[in-house]
């Protein structure tokens, strides 16, 4: 299985709020396949603060997203993560994330259009990378934020620390082949 060395132990991985609510809540498989990897291979894991923020404020309509995030965090895997605009190079990541996604995206889509969460998560992804972290995973579900996420990251010269993966099919294969 590929998912191994993609990952090092003891890096940090972000991932979009998503992936994080189809997983499912803590007594499903998809949950606890990723809640094991992350504890095996000492995993740093981020959720955007302001996801996070809104996610444990949801109205009780949505309470199955607060309890995920709730049991996540609570289970000590997810932190939430606090851009900093004021680390060099996160602005400009965030806009050409956003310039990036608007390139890939069909005509009908206006830069209003975009999911800034999305192009918060290259920021983070640049601002952790080009601090302390030695390597940075991103996971998220839109395969057009997974391109240009991609893109913009390696163009900022940090893609050999880095990767963007697709989230849920990620959780699919640890589900489909767990490690021993």
């Known amino acids: 299985m590929a998912?191994?060395?993609e990952i090092p132990r003891d890096s940090t991985a972000i991932i979009d709020s998503s992936v994080l609510i189809s997983m499912g809540g803590p007594d499903?498989?998809?949950?606890?396949?990723?809640?094991?990897?992350?504890?095996?291979?000492?995993?740093?894991v981020y959720i955007p603060?302001?996801?996070?923020?809104?996610m444990g404020e949801?109205?009780?309509?949505?309470?199955?997203?607060r309890d995920r995030l709730r049991a996540a965090q609570n289970a000590g895997w997810l932190k939430p993560g606090r851009i900093d605009?004021?680390?060099?190079?996160?602005?400009?990541?965030?806009?050409?994330?956003?310039?990036?996604?608007?390139?890939?995206?069909?005509?009908d889509v206006t830069e209003d259009e975009i999911e800034k969460t999305d192009?918060?998560?290259?920021?983070?992804?640049?601002?952790?990378?080009?601090?302390?972290?030695?390597?940075?995973?991103?996971?998220v579900s839109d395969t057009k934020a997974e391109q240009a996420i991609e893109d913009v990251l390696s163009a900022a010269d940090i893609g050999d620390v880095t990767s963007v993966i697709e989230g849920r099919g990620f959780i699919a294969d640890l589900v489909a082949n767990p490690f021993e």
Not at 87 to 107: F, I, Q
């Open 3 to 5: 998912l191994e060395p």
């Open 28 to 44: 499903n498989e998809q949950y606890q396949a990723l809640e094991q990897f992350v504890t095996d291979r000492n995993l740093t």
């Open 49 to 54: 603060g302001h996801v996070a923020e809104e």
């Open 58 to 65: 949801s109205p009780d309509a949505y309470a199955y997203q």
């Open 85 to 107: 605009f004021s680390t060099p190079g996160v602005s400009e990541v965030v806009d050409k994330t956003r310039t990036r996604m608007l390139n890939l995206s069909a005509e």
């Open 119 to 139: 192009t918060i998560l290259a920021g983070l992804a640049y601002q952790y990378a080009t601090g302390d972290a030695t390597y940075v995973t991103v996971f």
